[in-house]
C-alpha cells in the first residue's frame, strides 16, 4: 500500500497529508511534485490543500493544466483512489473529475474554524468506517467553498449517493444553520458517479489527533486503507 | 499585431456576493439609484496574428479550456485595435 501526495506550487497542507499517513497511520507515502508525468505503484493520490499557483485566474484552474494531471485523470478512470482536500478539491472540479464549481463564499471571508458534517453515504473508499449519518467535526479553511451546481446537477448527485458530507449542526442537523460558505444544499463534500474520486472541502488531516481537538477524520483516511487492503 | 480585451463575468443565475457587496457600499455612500451591480474580470491580450478571423479562434479558444470556467462564467470578448 503506498500513498502519493501531490505538490504543486502554492500547495500548503501536503507535509500535514504526508505526517499523517506516514507518522499517525504508519503507512508508505511519498511526495509527488506535479510536473511528474507518471504514477506507478501508487494506490491513493492525496491533492492536498493551499494555494496553488496563487488561486490565480480561478482556484485550481492553473494547477489543473500541470503535467501530472493527465497521470491523474488515468489513474482515476482506471478506479485508483483520489482524494483532493479544500485546493486539492477545487482542482478535480476545475478538471472535470468531479462536476460543480467553487465560488467565493457567500459572506466574503476567509473561514477557518471546526465545523460539523454529517456523513450521508458509507458505502464508498472514503468513509466506509464511518457510522450512516455520523457527524464528523473537521477543520475548514478557505476562501471559495461555496460549492455550486445546477439544479439538475444536484438531483442528479443526491440520486446517485455523491454527496458524501452536508455541513451540519452539532447533532446533525442540515437545516440547522451549519453552512459557512453558501455551498448549495450545505455540500461539503462530494464522490463521483464510479465513487473512488472524493472531494472535500473540510481537512481531515487537521483533525487527526487529539491534540489538534479531533480525530475524526482519521476515519477517512483509515477508511481508505480498510478498501485498498479489502480490495 | 491584434489587441482584445475579454471579459468574463459570473452567469445570472449564480449569485455574486462581491457584487452585492460593492452595491450596499456606494448605496451607503449616497448612490440610491443602482438597480442591479455584478462583478467580473477583465483580460487584456496582444496576439502576434494579423488575421482577425483568427484571432477571434483563438480567443474563443482560449475561454473555453482556461480564461472562463463554463459552469459559472460566461465570457465576451472585444478586438480592441490591430497594428
Avoid at chain 1, 500548503?12 to 510536473?35: A, G, M, R, S, T
Avoid at chain 1, 467553498?145 to 449517493?161: F, P, Q, S, T, V
Avoid at chain 2, 456576493?17 to 455584478?38: C, N, V, W
Wanted: charged share 25%; hydrophobic share 40%.
Amino acid at each position: 500500500m503506498k500513498f502519493g501526495v501531490i505538490v504543486f506550487p502554492g500547495s500548503n497542507c501536503e507535509q500535514d497529508c504526508f505526517y499523517v499517513i506516514k507518522d499517525v497511520l504508519k503507512q508508505p507515502v511519498e511526495y509527488i511534485w506535479h510536473k511528474e508525468m507518471v504514477l506507478n505503484g501508487f494506490d491513493c493520490i492525496i491533492l492536498p490543500g493551499g494555494f496553488s499557483y496563487g488561486d490565480y485566474l480561478r482556484t485550481g484552474a492553473v494547477a489543473r493544466f500541470s503535467p501530472i494531471m493527465k497521470a491523474i485523470v488515468e489513474f482515476a478512470d482506471k478506479g485508483g483512489i483520489v482524494i483532493g482536500i479544500c485546493n486539492g478539491f477545487q482542482i478535480l472540479l476545475e478538471t472535470g473529475l468531479l462536476p460543480g464549481a467553487m465560488l467565493r463564499n457567500k459572506n466574503l471571508h476567509f473561514i477557518c474554524r471546526h465545523e460539523y458534517v454529517k456523513t450521508e453515504n458509507v458505502k464508498n473508499p472514503f468513509t466506509n468506517l464511518c457510522k450512516q449519518n455520523q457527524v464528523l467535526k473537521i477543520p475548514i479553511a478557505h476562501n471559495e467553498g461555496n460549492y455550486y451546481i445546477d439544479e439538475a446537477g444536484l438531483r442528479d448527485l443526491e440520486k446517485k449517493g455523491q454527496i458524501i458530507f452536508r455541513y451540519c449542526d452539532i447533532d446533525g442537523d442540515v437545516e440547522g444553520g451549519g453552512n459557512p460558505n453558501g455551498a448549495v444544499a450545505n455540500i461539503a463534500g462530494i464522490i463521483n458517479k464510479t465513487g473512488n474520486v472524493l472531494g472535500m472541502m473540510p481537512h481531515p488531516e487537521r483533525s487527526s489527533e487529539p491534540e489538534l481537538g479531533s480525530e475524526d477524520g482519521l476515519c477517512i483516511f483509515k477508511s481508505i486503507i480498510t478498501w485498498i487492503r479489502c480490495r | 499585431m491584434i489587441k482584445a480585451k475579454v471579459y468574463i463575468t459570473l452567469k445570472r443565475t449564480v449569485a455574486d456576493p462581491q457584487g452585492l457587496t460593492i452595491k450596499h457600499a456606494l448605496e451607503s455612500l449616497g448612490y440610491q439609484k443602482i438597480k442591479d451591480m455584478r462583478m467580473g474580470k477583465l483580460i487584456s491580450i496582444e496576439l502576434d496574428i494579423d488575421n482577425k478571423k483568427d484571432a477571434e479562434r483563438l480567443l474563443n479558444e482560449m475561454c473555453r479550456k482556461l480564461l472562463a470556467n463554463p459552469i459559472i462564467e460566461d465570457y465576451s470578448f472585444k478586438i480592441t485595435g490591430d497594428k
